[in-house]
């Protein structure tokens, strides 16, 4: 039963590989978000959806493509991975997309771009 | 853009106040939240102001002040397991929150 899961936890792949990583809330919320933790532990917004419908597109990267497929689902695919890449990503969501109740994140994707 | 700074490390006692500060620059804010993030951990959500004041939760208070661009997160009778980082991050009206760099507190007995 948990509220924001990511899958998978961890990620090692080689360079140039596409891999992707899903995420699923099952809290309602109507807004989801992509952000990504570099080794400085400094946390980057790069997307965040709203019913399905992107709202914020941050200066990422077009290797990077996320896809709503319904309020509950936000996925995150990755082309041509390269080393820079190798972070934590983390999804999230919020009931109201900034509300008072601020934001419930998921454990987290490690990757690891070898 | 935004501009938010909060110190890099602190260190505190364990039983003892520890006051963590936070300065922003930013247009259209929208509130300013504080966030906790245990080592390989995600961050969970501590506290929300708007209005400035003073929000209280337990042994955690959070204080905004608008028109600095200053907020404080206040921790009284601390644990060894509030050892974390605590982030500061902005939301502004366009829909999206900024986070800072975050404070790494170390509790020491």
């Known amino acids: 039963d948990t509220a924001v899961s990511q899958t998978p936890k961890y990620l090692v792949t080689q360079m140039g590989n596409d891999k992707s990583i899903k995420c699923e809330q099952n809290?309602?919320?109507?807004?989801m978000y992509w952000y990504k933790q570099d080794s400085k532990k400094f946390l980057k917004i790069m997307f965040s959806?709203?019913?399905?419908?992107?709202?914020i597109n941050e200066t990422v990267p077009n290797r990077f493509s996320p896809k709503s497929p319904d309020k509950a689902h936000l996925n995150l695919h990755i082309n041509s991975l390269e080393l820079g890449d190798s972070a934590v990503y983390f999804c999230?969501?919020?009931?109201?997309?900034?509300?008072?109740?601020?934001?419930?994140f998921g454990s987290g994707t490690r990757l690891t771009v070898v | 853009g935004q501009n938010i700074d909060q110190p890099t490390e602190m260190t505190a006692t364990e039983g003892a106040i520890v006051q963590i500060n936070c300065t922003y620059q930013?247009?259209?804010?929208?509130?300013l939240f504080w966030y906790q993030q245990h080592a390989g951990e995600a961050p969970t959500f501590l506290s929300y102001?708007?209005?400035?004041g003073l929000e209280e939760k337990g042994r955690f208070s959070s204080f905004l002040s608008r028109s600095k661009g200053y907020s404080y997160l206040l921790l009284k009778e601390l644990q060894m397991k509030d050892s974390a980082s605590y982030l500061c991050?902005?939301?502004?009206?366009?829909?999206?929150?900024?986070f800072g760099d975050g404070t790494t507190l170390t509790v020491k007995p």
């Open positions: 999230a969501s919020s009931p109201i997309g900034n509300g008072p109740y601020g934001y419930t």
């Open positions: 809290l309602g919320h109507d807004t």
């Open positions: 959806y709203n019913n399905k419908e992107l709202i």
């Open positions: 930013t247009s259209g804010f929208n509130g």
């Open positions: 102001n708007v209005l400035d």
């Open positions: 991050a902005v939301a502004t009206n366009a829909g999206k929150s900024t």
